[in-house]
């Protein structure tokens, strides 16, 4: 079978998209069990948070009608960018806040429990196929935490993840957000790379930003370009054919 009559077979499945012109010309979306990563510029934080009311929408216009379990580790959820995304859609912003389950990870230990221990737990109880690890990295960039027992702990953190979407049948999406470059960094973004099934990164590009898709099973890889961080939860979205519920 081709891979374009497999992508045509997956589209045709519960797929969750950007719903960005560009974007969805490249890549149609999300499906139940990718592992992903989205990684580069700060522009993929703005974008998880699209995703989060995307989520929630019905199936008809790109959503999966889901609960959404969002694991904080870096107080990186934005209330407020939720809201102005949620208005645009004509949703109620607190109805929408409501089926967000935000779990706040502050140390690498905690990161650890919620994903290993509690996960499980969380996703069946809040009946949510779509969860975001935001931040994956940042917690165990602390040097406080031995290079050594960081990398392992990252490691098994990133295989268990990878594991837990094709077991569980849900989309797992972690943002990889910008940090300060070291060895333990660029380890820890080789080991979920390598394990992710769908890659997208961003780079800031003119007056622009370029969504990149570096990894996907059945979809074309390449590039595209939409608004700069300061125009995608606005202007930019504004301008767009918002199907509404």
């Known amino acids: 079978m081709s891979s374009r009559m497999i992508s045509k077979n997956l589209l045709s499945r519960s797929c969750l998209s950007f719903n960005i012109k560009n974007i969805d010309a490249l890549f149609p979306g999300f499906t139940l069990g990718n592992f992903a ?45 939720i809201s102005h995304i949620a208005r645009l859609y004509e949703l109620n912003p607190e109805k929408v806040l409501e089926r967000i389950f935000i ?17 499980q737990k969380n996703v069946e109880q809040h009946d949510s196929e779509f969860v975001i690890v935001s931040d994956i990295s940042g917690l165990f960039l602390d040097k406080d935490i031995s ?28 943002t990889y957000l910008p940090h300060h470059l070291s060895n333990r960094n660029i380890f820890f973004k080789t080991i ?44 930019f979205m504004e301008t767009q054919t918002w199907a509404k519920l």
Do not use: W
Not at 47 to 67: D, F, H, K, W
Not at 103 to 115: G, K, P, V
Not at 153 to 164: A, Y
């Open 147 to 174: 290079a050594r027992e960081a990398r392992e702990v990252f490691n098994q953190l990133i295989i268990h993840l990878s594991t837990f979407a094709q077991r569980n049948h849900i989309v797992v999406a972690a």
């Open 37 to 81: 990563v989205l990684y580069g510029s700060s522009a993929v934080l703005p974008l998880s948070m699209l995703l989060c009311v995307r989520a929630q929408l019905p199936y008809q216009i790109g959503g999966l009608e889901t609960n959404v379990t969002f694991v904080d580790g870096g107080n990186t959820f934005r209330l407020y960018d």
């Open 192 to 235: 979920i790379c390598g394990c992710a099934n769908v890659i997208i990164s961003t780079m800031p590009c003119e007056r622009s930003q370029q969504f990149i898709l570096e990894k996907h099973p059945f979809f074309d890889l390449g590039s595209t370009n939409f608004p700069s961080e300061d125009f995608v939860l606005t202007k």
């Open 103 to 119: 779990s706040r990870a502050f140390t690498a230990y905690q990161m650890t429990s919620i994903i290993l221990d509690r996960l």
